[in-house]
C-alpha cells in the first residue's frame, strides 16, 4: 500500500480572529436557548427580549472578562518562562528544541 506523507495545516491568523469565532459560537448558544424557555413559559414577547437582552449583556460582560484574564494569565505565565508566543513551536519549528534554564 503507497504512503503518503502526513502534512498537517495550521491556522496561522490572529488570536482575534479565534477567539471572535469561539466567542460567537459560545455567546450565540445560551441566549437563544434562553429565549426558546422563557417563550415556552411567559406569555408576553416583552419578557422573553428583555431576558434575551438581559442575557447578552451579561454573557458579553462574562466573556470579556474571561478572555482578558486568560490572556494576562499566558503573558505572565511566559514572562516567568522567559518566552513568547513568537518563539512557540506552532510558529517556528525551530523553537521545539530544548532549551536550558
Given at each position: 500500500m503507497p504512503q503518503t506523507p502526513h502534512v498537517e495545516?495550521?491556522?496561522m491568523g490572529s488570536e482575534v480572529v479565534r477567539d471572535v469565532v469561539i466567542g460567537m459560537s459560545d455567546g450565540l448558544t445560551v441566549p437563544f436557548a434562553l429565549a426558546a424557555g422563557l417563550s415556552g413559559?411567559?406569555?408576553?414577547?416583552?419578557?422573553v427580549t428583555t431576558g434575551g437582552l438581559a442575557e447578552i449583556a451579561?454573557?458579553?460582560i462574562s466573556m470579556g472578562l474571561g478572555g482578558?484574564?486568560?490572556?494576562?494569565?499566558?503573558?505572565?505565565h511566559d514572562a516567568s518562562l522567559g518566552t513568547s508566543k513568537a518563539a512557540s513551536p506552532a510558529?517556528?519549528?525551530s523553537a521545539a528544541r530544548f532549551r536550558p534554564r
Amino acid at each position: 500500500m503507497p504512503q503518503t506523507p502526513h502534512v498537517e495545516h495550521h491556522f496561522m491568523g490572529s488570536e482575534v480572529v479565534r477567539d471572535v469565532v469561539i466567542g460567537m459560537s459560545d455567546g450565540l448558544t445560551v441566549p437563544f436557548a434562553l429565549a426558546a424557555g422563557l417563550s415556552g413559559i411567559a406569555n408576553s414577547t416583552a419578557i422573553v427580549t428583555t431576558g434575551g437582552l438581559a442575557e447578552i449583556a451579561a454573557g458579553s460582560i462574562s466573556m470579556g472578562l474571561g478572555g482578558y484574564l486568560a490572556a494576562r494569565g499566558d503573558a505572565e505565565h511566559d514572562a516567568s518562562l522567559g518566552t513568547s508566543k513568537a518563539a512557540s513551536p506552532a510558529r517556528d519549528p525551530s523553537a521545539a528544541r530544548f532549551r536550558p534554564r
